[in-house]
């Protein structure tokens, strides 16, 4: 979505997305608990936990919510397929810590997470739902939809419009989906997304050096671009 009369639409749709977002989602933080790619050394190339028809649909839907334009590549060259991979085969997908003994009933929204999946099983069956709603709906998998159909598909799973033929709730679906997008984008490059800190650099953000007190100092009330740094650059 843009707006011609904002110069900087993406940038500031994230900014405000981001804050909206990662409370909506009543989930963990994938990096809470997910191992970081070490510091000394390169992510190990290719997938490790997504299977194959996954791993299609994980860079179809990054590359649908990130497509390359003047202010960044798209999703897959910035690393968001391999968060999702790494996150979801990592101890947070496991269900590292969370509580999965029942019993499940609804809940409201403020009472959080209340399914009996781990997020890589609510990946997983949500997944094969919604290759199953798709071709059912539209004679065709999620990556072969036009764009518009692709929005218009992730707009009905949002608003729980979509009804998944296996009974995984879409909104939580995509709710964990849209985190995770979320993380990708701006968790620390060491957790295989957010590659040359091009998420920070979109919104402006510094990173590690956000916590430089001196900084905050010097630079109060005015503009403040430095190069971002991460957690490996301080290693």
Known sequence: MSDTRDQHPRRD??????????????????????????????????????????????????????PADGLTPDGVTLGLAVFYDRALGGNWGQGDRLYLQGPFKQGSANQGYQLGMTPAQLFRTGTEGLADYCRATHGKPFDRLPAEAREALLKDLQWGKAALPN???????????????????????????NQDKQGWKLVGYPGVNTANKVNIVKYANKPYRPEPAGIADLS
Not at 28 to 53: E, K, M, N, Q
Not at 177 to 192: K, N, S, T, V
């Open 13 to 66: 749709f994230l900014l405000r997305s981001l804050a909206a977002g990662a409370s909506a989602a009543s989930l963990p933080l994938a990096t809470a608990t997910a191992a970081p790619v070490p510091a000394s050394a390169a992510a190990p190339a290719g997938y490790l936990w997504l299977r194959p028809d996954e791993q299609v649909f994980v860079e179809a839907l990054v590359n649908h919510m990130c």
């Open 167 to 193: 009974g995984v709730p879409s909104a939580v679906y995509f709710a964990q989906l849209l985190q995770m997008f979320y993380e990708a984008m701006f968790a620390d490059p060491i957790y295989g997304g």
